[in-house]
């Protein structure tokens, strides 16, 4: 079911997806303006947005958690029991949001974006060392969805080979400028990624109706882990088909320590400022 504000752009998305659905399939799809349409939902997925940003995530804001609030409002009316992916940004402000608005569970309301984060660092190791991506290990990006998001090189591994040992700081410090602005040069070339974001949210929504678990970064409310409160960010997690079933603690070094504070306290200033 696809929902929008606009009736005739749910339905003419809907009438072109429709074609892509292979003969065997048990679903069809249907467009609407009509949330009533949504009742028994599984799994809700949110990427609504009012405008397209053009030079930071963040420039929409205001606009952007408006719109969130009353998405929240009728998804919680609704369908109370589902569970909500948001891949519309500012991420992981409309996630604090949502779950604030909607009183959903924390667990229920995941923001899909680190993960696609953390596709894109593991690019960027593949380009530097010239190895295919299937030698990279535990490539983790935590952290804001933005310009303080946090690329994990302390637990990465290239052929088994620590990724911190083959690379010094400046080095270190081209890949996390090219991890935070991937957004930005591929906007050079196409107006906006689709296809990373598309795969990553297919991997949570699969293992939630599969039921089958699943191990991601993704944006969650938190309340005392990573000694934060009161602020949604990227942080390890385990999905399953009852929505995130633990927050997972890694260890992390100094200078990734200080960054995380850092992101936590750029997204804390983000949802205060609306």
């Excluded at 949502?98 to 690019?123: C, H, N, P, T």
């Excluded at 010239?130 to 990006?141: E, G, N, R, T, Y």
């Excluded at 080095?171 to 400028?177: P, Q």
């Excluded at 990553?200 to 934060?228: F, H, M, R, T, W």
Aim: hydrophobic fraction near 40%; charge should be neutral; glycine fraction near 4%.
């Amino acid at each position: 079911m696809l929902v929008n504000r606009t009736a005739s752009k749910a339905i003419g998305e809907s009438l072109d997806i429709v074609n892509a659905i292979p003969s065997t399939s048990k679903f069809s799809i249907r467009g609407t303006d009509d949330y009533s349409e949504l009742v028994n939902s599984t799994v809700v997925v949110i990427a609504a947005s009012t405008e397209t940003y053009l030079t930071d995530r963040t420039e929409n804001m205001a606009s952007q958690v408006t719109m969130i609030k009353e998405i929240a409002k009728n998804i919680q009316r609704y369908c109370p029991s589902t569970i909500v992916l948001l891949i519309s940004n500012p991420l992981d402000v409309l996630t604090y949001f949502f779950q604030k608005e909607s009183r959903f569970s924390r667990y229920k309301v995941i923001g899909v974006a680190s993960s696609l984060d953390a596709s894109r660092f593991r690019y960027f190791i593949s380009e530097k060392f010239s190895v295919p991506q299937i030698s990279i290990a535990d490539a983790l990006v935590l952290g804001e969805h933005g310009d303080s998001m946090v690329p994990v090189f302390s637990r990465c591994f290239v052929d088994g080979t620590p990724l911190l040992s083959m690379l010094d700081n400046d080095e270190r410090d081209l890949i996390i400028d090219a991890v935070r602005n991937y957004w930005k040069t591929l906007r050079n070339y196409k107006s906006r990624s689709q296809f990373g974001i598309a795969k990553n949210s297919y991997d949570v929504i699969d293992a939630i109706i599969s039921k089958k678990e699943i191990s991601v970064p993704a944006s969650v409310v938190l309340d005392g882990e990573y000694g934060e409160t009161n602020v949604s960010m990227g942080v390890p997690v385990k999905i399953n088909q009852n929505g995130i079933i633990e927050i997972q603690k890694i260890e992390l070094d100094k200078f990734e320590q200080n960054s995380l504070k850092i992101s936590a306290h750029t997204i804390r200033i983000n949802i205060q400022s609306v």
